[in-house]
């Protein structure tokens, strides 16, 4: 404010020795040029805002600023100050206090003067807290179950940069499983389904979508930014997913990423009708209809984990049967690819390991994995392969990184940010074990120590994306600083703070594997 008044009071002295010198000089016309002072949002001419909105100007061509959650910002009326003779949008003159426009997007304004030359500026308003919205409406939320479907209806504000989906029938049901069922936890996961493939805040479309809460993560930030990683891998596909704030029925919910479901489809893992997508996952968790295989070789090997029950769930094809040929084949070649891993010969370039597996997916995840110690990657859940007849295994996509980089005190190995997790994983033991697959893994952690700073950067981008959002959540839930039994040794008061403890804690850990893997 006080450098608007500045340069008002200066225009005014300006245009006083104007008039009494009459004189023009260079610098007095480039003072007078066309200029946009102050864009605000008056409550007298806004019935829906609570008070008046006065937007913040980044000194070179942009106004910007936050209105709150019910505000009518499709019709919303601007006021102006300016020098010049009129106000223009789109071509389309405005008046000040009077003029009515859609501010759900970014808009050009126009300063001109009496010849028709001017300045341009962005007006860039953000709806609550910026992030997109989702709202999820014609349904009683304590209805809803992890294992079966129902009715409901969505909406998406895509604010500045993504577009809007209005009034979709959808399905919906609850996901997860130790943020399904822990007890105590408000904030739940839900999966939805389009009836028909939808883009989605400028994701590829499809019909299934997550909505992930990460409670657990008080960060909010790890899937995110492994997802990250995800994108600069090898691997054919990896998760995507942006910051929502999520609305049931009108009640706010906090916030959450809206992502992609793991799951064939030409537009995430393309692998056909004929190739498999596994999970390795506990028996515990499978579902009903859930059909899978256990692996005798996979089990011996994991004796001194004595909790684990790891099976290999077939998630694709969906409608694949106990008994048939397709399942006896998949079955059969994982069986003979670790046959082959845990003989003798294994490190032979042609009879060995190598003839099954694809080199590049499986360093990928083991480093991606290993520089987040992800707790589960050992072979507990959410460790994903797949397979196409006739080519070789591939492991990937990544997910569920929300107990990672250190949030998790239950596992000794996974918590620091020294030593090996994911080495654990039988599999990967087995190929550590051989010289050419540890040097390959050598090399290729290059291409992430070199992406550090980058990896940094994204924390700090994404802190800045949730900031105003991480309030609001934690309004609702109330867990900051509380403990919880995934890592009650990474306690925290802020969001500052467990942001401060996830960037420190990569750092170490980026820099502890460059010279010890």
Not at 61 to 77: A, E, K, M
Request: aromatic share 16%; glycine share 6%.
């Amino acid at each position: 404010m006080f450098k608007r008044y500045v340069v008002r009071k200066y225009a005014i002295v300006l245009l006083s020795l104007f008039v009494l010198s009459c004189q023009k000089d260079e610098k007095e016309v480039d003072i007078l040029d066309p200029n946009l002072l102050s864009v605000s949002f008056q409550k007298a001419n806004n019935p829906s805002l609570e008070s008046d909105i006065e937007l913040d100007f980044d000194n070179e061509d942009t106004f910007s600023g936050f209105v709150p959650y019910g505000t009518s910002i499709r019709s919303l009326i601007a006021t102006y100050e300016f020098v010049g003779s009129s106000v223009q949008i789109d071509g389309e003159e405005q008046t000040s206090s009077v003029s009515s426009n859609d501010f759900g997007k970014e808009r050009m304004v126009s300063i001109l003067d009496d010849g028709g030359n001017g300045k341009d500026y962005l007006i860039r308003l953000h709806y609550h807290t910026g992030l997109p919205i989702v709202s999820l409406s014609a349904f009683d939320p304590e209805t809803v179950a992890r294992e079966y479907y129902i009715p409901a209806e969505i909406s998406i504000y895509g604010g500045l940069d993504f577009q809007d989906i209005e009034d979709r029938p959808i399905q919906i049901r609850g996901r997860g499983n130790s943020t399904w069922t822990a007890e105590g936890v408000a904030k739940k996961p839900y999966q939805i389904k389009f009836l028909e493939g939808q883009e989605v805040l400028g994701m590829a479309d499809d019909r299934r979508w997550v909505l992930l809460a990460e409670y657990f993560d008080r960060s909010m930030i790890r899937n995110k930014l492994s997802y990250e990683m995800g994108q600069m891998s090898s691997f054919d596909y990896s998760p995507q997913g942006e910051y929502v704030e999520l609305f049931i029925n009108d009640k706010p919910q906090g916030t959450y990423v809206l992502a992609q479901k793991v799951e064939e489809s030409k537009n995430r893992l393309d692998i056909g009708d004929n190739g498999y997508l596994i999970e390795m996952d506990q028996r515990y968790r499978v579902a009903e209809d859930d059909v899978y295989f256990e692996s005798p070789i996979f089990r011996q090997r994991t004796e001194k984990f004595s909790w684990l029950d790891t099976i290999y769930n077939i998630k694709e094809p969906a409608d694949i049967q106990y008994g048939s040929e397709a399942y006896s084949n998949i079955e059969n070649f994982v069986n003979a690819f670790e046959e082959v891993l845990f003989g003798d010969n294994f490190k032979d370039s042609e009879e060995g390991y190598r003839s099954y597996i694809d080199l590049d997916s499986f360093i990928d995840w083991y480093l991606i994995n290993e520089i987040g110690k992800s707790v589960d990657a050992y072979g507990y859940a959410s460790v994903f392969f797949s397979y196409v007849p006739g080519e070789k295994i591939k492991m990937g996509p990544i997910w569920d990184f929300d107990l990672s980089y250190g949030n998790a005190d239950y596992s000794a190995t996974a918590f620091y940010a020294e030593g090996n997790h994911v080495n654990q994983h039988p599999w990967f033991e087995r190929l550590l074990e051989d010289d050419f697959f540890r040097q390959k893994v050598i090399e290729r952690y290059t291409h992430y120590y070199d992406k550090r700073d980058e990896f940094l950067a994204l924390i700090d981008k994404f802190s800045d994306q949730i900031n105003r959002s991480q309030v609001l959540n934690y309004e609702l839930y109330q867990n900051l600083g509380e403990e919880m039994w995934n890592n009650r040794s990474a306690v925290f008061q802020t969001h500052a703070e467990e942001v401060e403890y996830l960037k420190s804690w990569l750092f170490e850990r980026i820099n502890w594997m460059n010279g010890n893997l």
